[in-house]
């Protein structure tokens, strides 16, 4: 079966700032696929082409088997999109907003009602369908254009930062939604993210995106293995001879002794971890206690990118919020 | 078919804002009651027209007026829609950009005849002479007068990237179109000049051929019905292009 997106060459340059620069990507059906970067990385950008909202410079792409520079509408009807910043109507209610999606998605009349039904429950805002989108919380409004983003079931759905500004409980929410969809509606997921975890647990597979390219490209558990693996630290009495010892016993090359603590890097702990307490407890060694880290997207991020993203989104959120009360203000 | 939908479904949007929005009809009821009862009966008894009831003369400048206003408002309204991020989800829709334009061109035109009709029962009160018949014949003629405003709006919504030019319009379409439109004096008996520029203004030839309609023998028409007609023809199929044009250019 061929990528459901595809892309060859893709770029986008604003004079001469190279947004995306030649990006080639194959997206399987029925991934989560993940773009993650930080701010101004050509995430949205990218996401913008494959949308058919921005043409782009040079190369390009297929989106569900349509060419995004000579069948726009063809793909415009296989997807939906949920932008970053809100798109729905706040003097209309809720079900107004879905309707005219509807409408303009041409969902079948028969079918509309059921199909709002739906995707309201989906998001649990079936009881604040007729209240207009003034009286609803941030949280509840994103809720809302996701089950428009659905409404019209289409074949890829491109979410450009779900979570952005929700509180934690209702970021597990969303992504239980995303996954929940993914299973049941064989439906492919493309987001662009800046927050690791999000990256991690809910993505198949992950682009990391930096200066307009691609860097990195696995499933996050490999890209985090890609780093060498994990870490297991164990604090004993007598940490230089357990060291040697482990090395002795050939668990592992790469032990160190850190701060008195012993450091084992390993690729694989979950294995390893039984056999150097055994091995320990054989040769006398008293352990007082043991436990393991694992590298988390951020540590592979800094890997790939040499920068750390919280400071970079830190940058970018202060740059944001100044944006919303100039709109305020206006 | 799905074109037809979706122009549907943006004009229903539109017609329901307008008709939501209580304190901008109350505005649109009012103003012309103002100029109707103080400036008309101001200068009723003091311009010394003899021939007419000057509140009759200005009745149908001032139907011209709320339309003109209400036009430029809700073709304005497509700046809101971009500030808000709901022109996004319009353009990334399946429907095309003529479509779109079109939806909401009717969509304000419906809100402005609304403007325009509301207006008629005042037409009772300062005595003018008013039917179903004239107020019939008076609706095409309406409906003519605001595509082409309409039009104008929209074109500007979407030159315009955001409200800092709003004043602007007032100022250098508004006012302008207004005054210069023979709306509140006779054009027969201004300077060569104000009357040259006022030709030129195709809102002139919608209060000319709607005071030929409403007024009856007493007004002598600046031209022919045929030609404010055409006129007002050609300018609305104009600036439909024009805004379509310019429409389906914004990104």
């Known amino acids: 079966m061929p990528p459901i997106i595809e892309t060859f060459n893709l770029t986008k340059s604003f004079g001469s700032n190279t947004a995306v620069d030649s990006i080639c990507l194959g997206i399987e059906q029925g991934e989560v696929f993940g773009l993650l970067g930080p701010n101004g990385a050509g995430k949205s950008t990218l996401l913008s082409m494959l949308c058919t909202i921005l043409k782009p410079t040079s190369g390009t792409a297929s989106v569900n088997g349509f060419d995004i520079l000579r069948q726009p509408h063809d793909v415009r009807r296989s997807i939906g999109i949920v932008f970053q910043d809100p798109s729905v109507d706040a003097d209309m209610t809720g079900r107004e907003n879905l309707q005219m999606h509807a409408d303009l998605y041409d969902v079948p009349v028969i079918e509309q009602a059921a199909r709002i039904k739906t995707v309201l429950d989906l998001v649990q805002l079936e009881a604040r369908a007729d209240e207009f989108l003034h009286a609803y919380s941030g949280g509840m409004r994103r809720r809302l254009e996701i089950a428009r983003g659905l409404l019209h079931y289409p074949k890829v759905l491109f979410l450009d930062e779900p979570t952005i500004g929700l509180d934690p409980q209702s970021r597990e929410h969303m992504w239980d939604y995303i996954r929940d969809l993914r299973k049941r509606e064989d439906m492919t997921i493309i987001l662009t993210t800046h927050y690791m975890e999000e990256a991690d647990r809910l993505c198949d597979r992950v682009a990391i995106i930096d200066h307009g390219r691609i860097v990195a490209l696995d499933r996050p558990s490999a890209l985090k293995n890609g780093l060498g693996g994990d870490t297991i630290i164990l604090g004993t009495k007598d940490s230089t001879r357990l060291r040697d010892h482990l090395i002795a016993a050939k668990i592992s090359e790469n032990v160190e002794v850190h701060n008195g603590e012993i450091r084992v890097m390993v690729v694989n702990a979950n294995i390893l971890l039984p056999r150097i307490i055994e091995s320990a407890s054989a040769a006398g060694f008293y352990i007082d206690y043991i436990y393991l880290t694992h590298p988390d997207m951020n540590d592979v991020f800094i890997h790939y990118t040499g920068r750390d993203i919280r400071h970079e989104q830190a940058r970018g959120q202060l740059g944001k919020m100044a944006m919303m009360r100039r709109r305020r203000v206006r | ?251």
């Open chain 2, 1 to 251: 078919m799905s074109e037809i939908r979706g122009i549907y479904t943006l004009w229903l949007r539109e017609v329901k804002k307008f008709l939501r929005e209580k304190p901008r009809l109350i505005n649109a009821f009012v103003q012309p009651l103002l100029w109707l009862f103080i400036f008309g009966t101001g200068m009723r008894f003091s311009a010394g027209m003899t021939d007419y009831n000057y509140q009759e003369f200005i009745f149908p400048g001032l139907v011209c007026q709320a339309m003109l206003f209400t036009a430029m408002f809700m073709g304005i309204s497509v700046i809101w829609d971009r500030e808000f991020g709901f022109l996004k989800e319009i353009l990334v829709s399946p429907i095309s950009r003529s479509s779109i334009f079109l939806g909401k061109m009717l969509g304000a035109s419906t809100d402005v005849m609304l403007q325009g009709i509301i207006i008629f029962p005042f037409a009772f009160m300062i005595g003018a002479r008013i039917n179903l018949p004239i107020f019939l014949e008076a609706l095409p003629v309406m409906l003519l007068i605001t595509f082409g405003l309409v039009c104008i709006g929209l074109t500007f919504a979407s030159l315009l990237k955001s409200f800092e030019g709003f004043g602007m319009i007032q100022t250098f379409i508004n006012l302008p179109m207004f005054f210069l439109s023979g709306a509140l004096f006779p054009l027969t008996s201004v300077p060569e000049w104000l009357r040259w520029v006022s030709f030129c203004n195709p809102l002139t030839y919608g209060v000319d051929a709607m005071r030929t309609i409403m007024m009856g023998e007493v007004f002598v028409p600046l031209f022919p019905m045929y030609i404010d007609i055409a006129v007002l023809l050609g300018f609305a199929v104009f600036m439909f292009g024009v805004g379509t044009y310019a429409f389906s250019r914004t990104e």
